[in-house]
């Protein structure tokens, strides 16, 4: 079956970075569009940034813009969110998804991560 499985979580303080990493199994990674999602405590998921199947072709929100950097590595399977300057503000749970379309919506991709927990101290 198909699975997603995020990692690189942790504890930082604001300022710092961190890279969390997504890798697949049971699909067939290279023809899927993949995007980052976060969800803080009492707040709404959010999109972070997707990235098309063949990684040309990136997005992110306004929030992230500058310090957060969306990648991929086909033959490894594995999708990569750099993340820099962090601020309080970015913490949350991060989810990696992959869809069959480019898309900011959340509902609309196939197959989902179990999330990694980011925490910016200030």
């Known amino acids: 079956q198909v699975q997603l499985v995020e990692s690189g979580g942790g504890l930082v303080q604001a300022g710092g970075s961190l890279r969390l990493s997504c890798g697949a199994s049971g699909l067939t990674f290279s023809t899927w569009s993949l995007g980052w999602f976060r969800q803080a405590p009492g707040k709404e998921r959010e999109f972070v940034a997707y990235i098309d199947s063949s990684g040309l072709v990136t997005a992110s929100a306004d929030s992230v813009k500058g310090r957060f950097t969306i990648s991929r590595d086909n033959a490894r399977k594995t999708m990569y969110l750099q993340m820099n300057t962090l601020k309080p503000e970015d913490t949350a749970v991060y989810y990696c998804?992959?869809?069959?379309?480019?898309?900011?919506?959340?509902?609309?991709?196939?197959?989902y991560g179990q999330g990694t927990q980011v925490t910016v101290s200030s």
């Open positions: 998804a992959a869809s069959g379309r480019l898309t900011q919506i959340w509902s609309s991709y196939n197959y």
